[in-house]
């Protein structure tokens, strides 16, 4: 929000809902998923995107990626409406933002080898034609993000490598179409343990390489801090469809001002059996998360804040810089913005 220029990607008062049908007799309801985003990406920028599952934190993302159709709002690409761009300006916005799936396996089509996955998008976009040209493209891109000697996985299947594997292959074919900006939907989420950092040290390389932005989705603020941090990127921590904080990783982190980060943070396990006995849980009027079906009124998060006003079951809290660079939605917060 304090970069200047043009952003590569600008969302403007996004809201994504769902009909769903509820109770015995199928009464409709609508789920808002995201309930008014506004948020800026840059080039080369790193926004980590954190918040409890069914937060709207993927919704965001692919509605961001052109999977989804907002519901109301706009997405703008390079200063343009997304939804007035012309055909050609519409298939550059959608080549220039790829998404990495939270299940590698899942995202792979098990029918094909890693050659003919990592081949079709070059074959469609016109990158490399066939024959010795696209075998070489193919094993640049396998080398690019360490799978070597690439002729070793070129003819296997997806079922044939490991989750970390897996992971590459997608991360690959995402950055295939030289992409501006890569969606990382949870992508360590299904991966083992002792190869996650791998992962994440391998998209930051590769930001160093190519220049992508990224928009990194995780619940898991160890990690978040680790991406964001090491890449000097900003963390947005996301509740019930809204973006409630944001700023530089660190910042963030070290100094939350929104009761729920600070929730989130004081959550976050400690690997040391000492400190970790000593721990208490999160102060919250109630651990029960509110339906996206039927959220609260006002600030959403007042019916588990422990610093509850009367304004905030009234009014929703914008969201304000209440330090340089650092935004925050909350009554605490009234007069600083």
């Not at 403007?12 to 049908?21: A, S």
Request: charged share 25%; hydrophobic share 35%.
């Amino acid at each position: 929000m304090s970069k200047s220029g043009t952003p590569l990607i600008e969302v403007r008062g996004l809201k994504v809902y769902f009909p769903v049908r509820k109770g015995l007799f199928g009464k409709k309801g609508i789920v808002k998923a995201v309930d008014g985003v506004d948020l800026k990406i840059f080039e080369g920028d790193i926004i980590t995107l954190v918040g409890e599952s069914g937060c709207g934190k993927t919704t965001l993302g692919k509605t961001i990626a052109g999977l989804l159709k907002p519901t109301e709002g706009s997405i703008l690409f390079k200063g343009k409406d997304v939804s007035k761009l012309s055909k050609k300006e519409y298939s550059e916005y959608r080549r220039s933002i790829q998404i990495v799936h939270q299940d590698p396996y899942a995202s792979l089509n098990p029918t094909k080898t890693v050659f003919q996955i990592l081949s079709y998008p070059l074959i469609k976009w016109g990158l490399a034609r066939r024959g010795s040209e696209l075998e070489e493209r193919v094993r640049e891109l396998l080398t690019l993000v360490g799978l070597t000697p690439p002729e070793e996985f070129m003819r296997k299947y997806p079922h044939q490598l490991s989750g970390g594997q897996r992971q590459r292959v997608a991360i690959a074919r995402a950055i295939s179409v030289h992409p501006r900006l890569i969606v990382a939907d949870e992508p360590i989420t299904m991966i083992d343990v002792s190869l996650r950092l791998g992962i994440l040290d391998l998209m930051l390389d590769l930001r160093k390489k190519i220049g992508t932005s990224y928009l990194f989705i995780t619940h898991d603020f160890g990690a978040a801090r680790y991406f964001s941090a090491k890449g000097g990127g900003r963390v947005a921590v996301m509740y019930l469809g809204k973006i409630i904080e944001m700023g530089p990783a660190e910042e963030v982190i070290q100094n939350p001002l929104h009761p729920y980060t600070k929730a989130l943070i004081e959550a976050v396990p400690v690997p040391d059996p000492t400190i970790s006995k000593k721990k208490r849980m999160p102060k919250l009027r109630s651990l029960d998360i509110p339906s996206p079906l039927n959220p609260p009124s006002g600030c959403k998060f007042h019916t588990r804040c422990i610093h509850y006003m009367e304004i905030c079951s009234k009014k929703e809290p914008p969201l304000i810089e209440a330090k340089p660079g650092h935004y925050v939605a909350c009554w605490l917060y009234e007069g600083r913005g």
